[in-house]
């Protein structure tokens, strides 16, 4: 078994150090401080692992305030990954110190099941609805986790629900479909924002997709993202299991975080002999709401939107995926609509998931950043195609009190298409 | 090592949270784009001059080494803080200050990035001619620092032209201005001297910078040649007639294979020189200017002439050239660039020196040069794993400078001394010119508090001649 | 003590025929009247003809405490602060050779005392120039220049003194040789020692040899003169000209004092209150023409009275007559003073109005030039003291009103003895360290700091 050193050494030593990732990431661009930048977290890994400076366990804020955006990856001439460097060191620090009881619920109960995720999030809507969440934050109790309870402000309402049951609920047969998709809803949608959901089905539908929702789990990114690999790819396992039992042309999702974890199920799995094959198959599947789409040709029967639209990339779609053209196609063709491009689109908001959870200051330094560069395009709707950029980006515009809409880009296009004539 | 008292009075200078003490803290400071390393002592990241001023008054009364810097991309070690010290890291003086376009002046902080200061005066249609390969990330105060250059510098001059006037803050915390927002300032160039110095002769705070109007229009141009000489001559003939392109960058044939592996900018790799020509100016100049250029390449039996007909053809000529050291980091992220200058017409024999010391010495040498400058840029590859490959790299560097010295030219053209070229020094200065140089070193900061150890050999220290001034 | 002093000096004036070369020292009141300076007739004039001559020469003073004036031509020889002292002058008009022209690279290394108008003669032959062409420079040495660093109004075009020297030699006022720069456009190897050559009016060292960075004779070259009612159409068009990608190579403007005898030169007339603008350009036959054009439509734009394109001997004869009118201004009159204000290029405007306007007020004509792409403006008059002073005074008040400087650059003695050159700055200090660790014993051009020494 090699080492952790061995396994990485060189990796690490593909960094000459020339410093071109630096203006590519978001956490350097808001603090100044070389080691938020790729090339310092990665000379600290370097300095830990091969020259045995100082132990993993003293970088655990460079391991950890990392967005993981790979908006340095962009920039860097020998292609450092150090987006999987922080992935990897983040699985030792599990592995060294333990897992919190917190994590091993949600990574181990809730996120796989989505049942009992359901019901976790019935609790605070219970807490929303008696007032307690509000009364928490009021008289400062949230203030007591840290973080934590600063960040908690930004989960909005937790509106009623009935879940993945209510989804499936929502799936009609269409006349002559010509494509058929499983649709990945993923853990917010149901429980946090049903109308997305409600979106993603009506607009697949108007594009000639007869829709399925199997019972997927939690994509397992979340747990990946605090360097719990096992449950990841138990979670995984689960999914590709699921599929393989369907008769699909793809598992479509409007979610970016989701759909590049999902095609990572390849680099996930590639060392277990039995599952490597079943994940390629599975990755080669999924797609991404706006890449689906504009492949199998959008469907541009749309009313008129009057709307001046910018759009924020999410990492994970541009970065990860490289996903760029397709969402601008998709808002460029819906008439009325004035496209305006936004400097830095493609930097991250700063919501990397829960990031802000543990990392508030420096999210919302990164969030101002972002809506600078909103407030600079003019736009009166902000379109972006993650829940977690929807609801950091909703956060900055009612902070900064800016007259604008943010949207999932399938609520803009169903909005669209519910506009055109004759419509149902 | 310093005491805690210390970095507690930094903290009450800048605040707690930008003074770095902690290990990972000085870790993350001890490098830059080169390969030593050095520990500072602490890490500081003012926001004011005001509280430049404060930390350098501190530096002065205990006699601490003050490293200014910017984002560390330099190449010559400029940033390492070989007698420890504090860090005075300027990125968070990042604020453009003033665009006055009819002045033709731009006044910023030291921690603007130079590209995110092209992108602002673009929309006006003005620009800042130095271009240094680093622009995405290094900052106005480092390039002063290292009076940058950039394939630009070839038609408009380098970072000396363009910066008229600074405050800058002295070792014992004395705020001055030096140069003017105006021209012609009457006594001594100080701020001449305070370009290039590489970060000794105190920090600056402010930077007033000259900018001019973009030209109407550019056309670049690859020319493709099957002989290295053949490639070489032709700049010297364009040049030479009187041409003045925008820049004219040669690339060999190992960086070009070297490229295409990272970037398909569609370089040949069976070619063993390519050139970048870029003419810019008024648009009905152009034509006339590649038809002469064209000419002298066909004198020089150029393989191949593609001009660019279209933005994204322009675009992918450069980005090959621009992602060169990059490229070269993907397959050998260890590597020495040298930065030797010769007269331009000494191109030719100093790339066939290159070579020969490629062959003696066993390393492989990849060519990129701002050619119209004589400005090489042989990259140097070794593995870092093979201390003796490395050894054998260094001395072919040390050659190829001594080579650049004897042919009439210099050093550095436009990396800066730093620790990487110390020893070169001696080459190509004597005593007394060293000495004057020190001499100057002196008059701004007597006690050695800016990034102490950097650009003269040790021995030069014990040359400063008896005879000093008067004191303050 | 005068009388050791004395010995010590006596000592040196007697060696000095030795030191400087046999028939390089000129002696007497007939030799020496002509380099009166500052009120002070110098001992004897030193003419040494190498560099090891001149390192001897200062080596010796320093011993003796002579004070030495670096001479070239004596073109600039009254700006700044009065000397203190003017023992020797150390004249390098004998040092005027060509050390090494290297064409193809386009640099010049040359001796200091060698004329600018000479060297140009001998560069056109190689179809070569040095764009650096202060009005004076058929008299001025390349050394002066560097030492005074004076440019012209080719700098709009081609950059300053301090971006057309590539290297000095310089001995120090401790007798070392110093070579600073190199032959290299791109050369950042140390301080740049050479940078702080440029503009030391001769305290920090005697500047022996340069080297000058060259450029190819142009393909073509015009002039556009245009006459305009008012200045401030002149300086729009100036200011619409600078925000454009049109480069031309130099935009000069002329008061009607100034400019009457050149606009009548070219067929045309300045009335009062009127200005003459000249732009030219220089390069390709296409350029010139695209600059002719476009220079001459935005003068007629702007309500330019009449606009003639000028080239070959017309222009260059319209182009000598103002050149001219520099030295023709200082010569009129004993009591003529000529000073320098910069401004901030789009200030220019503000400037000449305020020029005007302090003339009018004290009843006095002011002429005015201006280099309009570089905010400088001469201004040239001719009155008794108390007026000259007075007025010096408003036009450095209205210089620093608008963030620049004035500057008296000639004026009769009395004027530059009570005159406060220029006000304090915070760099003066650091200055004055450098002056003093590079000539602890003040024996070059004492007194011809800027600020001062205390």
Known sequence: MPTMAEELEQTLQLCNKCGLCLPGCPVYRVTGIEWTSARGRV?????????????????????????????????????????????????????QKGQPWLQRLLFKKLLPDSNLLYKASRLLRLADVTGLRTLARKTGLTRLIGDAGKAEAMVPR???????????????????PKHRAA?????????????????????LNKNQTEVTVPDFVCCGLPAAGYGDIVSARDMARKNIEIASKLKIDAIVTPCASCSSFLKDYVKLLADDPEWAEKAREFADKIRDISEYLVQIGLNTEMGELKRKVTFHDPCHLSHYQKIKDQPRTILKSIPGVEFVEMAESDMCCGAAGSYAFKNYDLSQKVLERKMGNVARTGADTLVSSCPACIMQLSCGVSQQKLPVSVLEIVELLDEAYRNARGND | MIAQSIIKELARIVGKKNTLADLKDLIAYSYDATMRQELPDVIVLPQSTAEVS????????????????????????????????????ISRMNRILEINTADRRAVVEPGVINLDLQNALAPLGYFYPPDPA??????????????????????YGVTSKYVFGMEVVLADGEVINIGDYVEDFPGYDLRGLFIGSEGMLGIATKLTLHIIPKPEASQTMLAIFDRLEDCSQA?????????????????????????????????????????????????????KQVQEISQFCQKNKVRELRIAQTNAERDAIWAGRRGAFGSVARICPPYIVCDGTVPRDKLPEALHKVGELSKQYKVLIVNVAHAGDGNLHPLILFDVNKPEEQEAAKKAGADILDACIAMGGTISGEHGIGLEKMDAMRHMFDPADMAAMRRVKHVFDPDDIFNPGKMFPPEAEAGLPKEKGAAR | MDNTVSQEKQAFYQKLGEIAGAGNVLTGEKATAPYNVDGITPRAIACPTSTEQVTDIIKEANKARIALVPWGSGSKQQIGPCLEAADIILCLKNMNQIVELDASNYTVQVQAGLVNGELQKQLAEKSLFFPLDPFYMESSTTGGEIAANTSGPRRIMYGTVRDLVLGVTAVTPTGDIIHTGGKTMKNVAGIDLCRMYIGSWGTLGIITEAVLRLFPLSEASKGIYATFASAEDAFRTVGQLLNSPLTPSAIELADWIAGRKIAEAIGSSL????????????????????????????AGANRAKSTFALADEKASRAWNAYRGVHEAMLGASPSALQGKASVPISKLGDMYKEAKKIGASQGVEIGVTAHCGSGILYTYLAEEHERLVRITDELKRAAASLNGFFLIESAPLSVRKGADILPPRNDYPLMRRLKTEFDPNNILNPGRLVGGLH
């Open chain 1, 43 to 95: 000379a600290l890994l370097r300095s830990a692992l091969l020259d045995k400076r100082l132990g993993l366990d003293a970088l655990n804020d460079p391991i950890f305030n990392c967005l993981t955006c790979n908006g340095c990856m962009e920039h860097c001439p020998p292609g450092v990954p150090t987006g999987e460097l922080i992935f990897r060191a983040r699985q030792e620090l599990l592995r």
């Open chain 1, 158 to 176: 937790v509106p009623a629900s009935e879940g993945m049951d209510a989804v499936k609920r929502m799936v009609k047969k269409i006349d002559k």
């Open chain 1, 183 to 203: 649709y990945f809803v993923g853990c917010y949608a149901p429980n946090f924002a049903p109308e997305t959901a409600a979106a993603t089905i009506h607009v």
């Open chain 2, 54 to 89: 404060a930390i350098l008054k501190l530096a002065h009364r205990e006699k601490i080494a003050v490293v200014p810097r910017g984002a560390g991309t330099n190449l010559s070690g400029g940033t390492i803080p070989v007698k420890g010290g504090i860090i005075l890291e």
């Open chain 2, 134 to 155: 680093s622009q995405k990330t290094s900052t106005m105060g480092g390039n002063i620092g290292e009076n940058a250059g950039g394939p630009l510098c070839l038609r």
């Open chain 2, 235 to 287: 700049v010297s003939d364009i040049i030479g007639a009187g041409i003045v392109p925008e820049a004219m960058e040669l690339l060999d044939q190992n960086i070009c294979r070297v490229i295409e592996q990272s970037v398909k900018a569609g370089y040949p790799t069976d070619a063993a020189g390519i050139l970048l020509i870029e003419v810019a100016g008024l648009a009905d100049t152009l034509e």
């Open chain 3, 271 to 298: 009335n009062e209150g009127e200005v003459l603008l000249i732009v030219n350009s220089e390069g390709t036959n296409d350029g010139v023409e695209r600059h002719g054009k476009d220079i001459t439509s935005l």
